[in-house]
Nanobody
Framework: QVLLVESGGGLVQAGGSLRLSCAAS????????MGWFRRAPGKEREFVAR????????LYADSVKGRFTISRDNAKNTVYLQMNSLKPEDTAVYYC???????????????????WGQGTQVTVSS
């Protein structure tokens, strides 16, 4: 079992920045690939970014590429999502998740992920 707790959400104006954190406990954090997803009001949950166990391989949704950066600190059992140049359409509940992607390069389906946090709200005002 892996317990994930997100933090860092809030209200920010368009163009601003936020940094989300996701602290993990339970099983060995460094064994898991980590992802960030989001669910906007009235929409399905969607992939945002993922990072492999070592941190050297990242993947982003086209909608956030160049604005968001996913990173991890295995010594602190934490994964981060730095969000810059935020837009109103980034408003959503953001979730971190843990997976064992194995040989799957993309590993961006929510069905690839076994453990989920409770989510943190990000609201971007125009």
């Amino acid at each position: 079992q892996v317990l994930l707790v997100e933090s860092g959400g809030g209200l920010v104006q368009a163009g601003g920045s936020l940094r989300l954190s996701c602290a993990a406990s339970g099983r060995t954090f460094s064994n898991y690939d980590m992802g960030w997803f989001r669910r906007a009001p009235g929409k399905e949950r969607e992939f945002v970014a993922r990072i492999r166990t070592s941190g050297g391989n990242t993947l982003y949704a086209d909608s956030v590429k160049g604005r968001f950066t996913i990173s991890r600190d295995n010594a602190k059992n934490t994964v981060y999502l730095q969000m810059n140049s935020l837009k109103p359409e980034d408003t959503a509940v953001y979730y971190c998740a843990a997976a064992s992607c194995g040989g799957k390069y993309y590993c961006r389906s929510e069905y690839d992920y076994d453990y989920w946090g409770q989510g943190t709200q990000v609201t971007v005002s125009s």
